[in-house]
């Protein structure tokens, strides 16, 4: 089995700063891309923010310069910084990452956490 946990959301006032945290755990043999996508009431779920197995980082044209994505492999975990948070940004954040469970295979499966709920207000 394999499981995702998201933390680190939370409510925060306009311009404030959430840092979420998505950790991976289970039968793995090695991580892919992961990445961080929201869904806010009413819209489709959209990416925010991507990270490859190397650390390349690629980011949703709103949130540039104000989030940050980062892993540390070694915890299995990929961390969502936001910064300047406005109230746009409210939105359930849900992590993914591409898992390959298996050596001996070289097929790898997206899972997916559970999200966390971010809200910015006043």
């Known amino acids: 089995q394999v499981q995702l946990v998201e933390s680190g959301g939370g409510l925060v006032q306009p311009g404030g700063s959430l840092r979420l945290s998505c950790a991976a755990s289970?039968?793995?043999?090695?991580?892919?891309?992961m990445g961080w996508y929201r869904r806010a009431p009413g819209r489709q779920r959209e990416l925010v923010a991507s990270?490859?197995?190397?650390?390349?980082?690629n980011y949703a044209d709103d949130v540039k310069g104000r989030f940050t994505i980062s892993r540390d492999n070694s915890k299995r975990t990929v961390y969502l910084q936001m910064n300047s948070l406005g109230p746009a940004d409210t939105a359930v954040y849900s992590c993914?990452?591409?898992?390959?469970?298996?050596?001996?295979?070289?097929?790898?499966?997206?899972?997916w956490g559970q999200g966390t709920q971010v809200s910015v207000s006043s």
């Open positions: 993914n990452a591409d898992i390959r469970r298996f050596p001996w295979t070289g097929k790898t499966t997206t899972y």
């Open positions: 289970g039968s793995i043999f090695s991580i892919g891309a």
């Open positions: 990270i490859s197995s190397s650390g390349s980082g």
